[in-house]
């Protein structure tokens, strides 16, 4: 039975002024969302109002319950503690930054890269340490027990950018992508490394559930789901081959129709509803689409197939993260022109 995916707009929050680059839910059970943008801020509101009707018009919010404003410059990424207390955040500032979400306040500033950092991921027990990937082509691990400002291990095989990473806590491994068109996973228990080459700028890094697949976004507009082991292609999604992305976007969008794409931007995909379902966001389509905007698309894991294509409007020039709660059962996306959506 294929899995499903709802493409009912629940929610659009409206409280940044520039382009979303880092949507994330709190961790279970997924009430809040946490949202950073080009305008500098991160914003902290409810997923889902509690006056949402699905028979009344879609929710909007323009004013967050709160705002953490500490960076000078974007925000890329965004990762929560699992006991919600606390959340890490980075973007150009070349620092990362770790809050007490109830203070609003930064509890640690760590400043050890020397350019951007696209990456952060929370690891260890009790989340005891902060993972970072940076433009200086590093990552660096962080201590978040220790008044130390230099990072506890530097990892520096990657030659460009390491623009994605994702721990995968049961098996004690960092999943890493960079723009020099690598996938490397670093193994923490035995020290061992191991690397696919994927030939094209890497923008987005996913573990399964069960870690024994990885989930590849690059700059070939393609998606790919890879054998952890040995590094074996299980299935594709997207790419100018994918006849299913091309089908007729939703009501009053019959023609002309969106296609996935890929080729410029970070964009990010993730697994979900149990690694049954692929969510991508996407740029704004070319030729038969120009004009439609940016969209949202889902595949199936199993047939590889297109479930859902959901357009985010004719403005919006990327859809750049998309973020699952598993527990609530919908979904996110942020978007170019500073909206972050929320279906289900």
């Known amino acids: 039975m294929a899995a499903q995916v709802s493409t009912t707009p629940l929610h659009t929050l409206k409280t940044h002024s520039g382009p979303i680059n880092a949507v994330t839910f709190s961790s279970y059970p997924g009430t809040y969302i946490l949202t950073g943008s080009s305008d500098r801020a991160i914003h902290l509101s409810r997923a889902v109002p509690n006056n949402a009707n699905k028979s009344a018009p879609v929710a909007e919010t323009s004013s967050p319950i709160q705002r953490y404003e500490a960076h000078g410059y974007s925000v890329l990424d965004i990762a929560v503690a699992s006991d919600n207390a606390r959340f890490a955040s980075v973007g150009g500032d070349r620092q990362v930054f770790l809050w007490d979400v109830e203070q609003g306040i930064t509890i640690r500033r760590w400043g050890g890269h020397n350019s951007r950092v696209e990456a952060v991921q929370f690891a260890g027990e009790g989340d005891s340490v902060v993972v970072s990937g940076s433009a200086d082509t590093t ?16 990892l520096p095989e990657a030659s460009d950018t390491v ?7 049961p098996t004690y491994s960092i999943a890493s992508g960079s723009y ?3 996938v490397r996973v670093y193994d923490v228990r035995t020290g061992k490394t191991t690397v696919d080459v994927l030939g094209h700028p890497v923008t ?15 700059l070939d507009g393609y998606i790919r789901m890879l054998d952890r082991m040995d590094g074996k292609l299980l299935k594709a999604f997207g790419g100018p081959g994918d006849k299913e992305a091309r089908q007729p976007a939703m009501t009053g969008l019959s023609t002309p129709r969106h296609t996935y794409r890929n080729t410029e931007l970070r964009i990010r995909s993730v697994f979900g509803r149990g690694d049954a379902v692929v969510l991508s966001g996407s740029e704004a389509a070319q030729g038969d689409g120009a004009g439609l905007g940016a969209a949202a698309f889902a595949w199936d894991v199993l047939s590889g197939q297109t479930m859902a294509t959901v357009p985010m409007g004719h403005k919006v020039k990327a859809v750049s993260c998309v973020a699952w709660n598993e527990q609530g059962g919908c979904w996110a996306s942020g978007c170019s022109d500073g909206t972050t959506r929320v279906f289900g």
């Open 204 to 218: 987005s890094v996913r573990c399964s559930a069960d870690g024994n697949a990885l989930l590849v976004s690059t």
């Open 163 to 169: 623009s994605t990473l994702h721990v995968h806590t």
């Open 139 to 154: 990552i660096n691990l962080w201590d978040t027990r220790s008044n130390a400002y230099k990072p506890i291990q530097t």
């Open 180 to 182: 020099d068109g690598h």
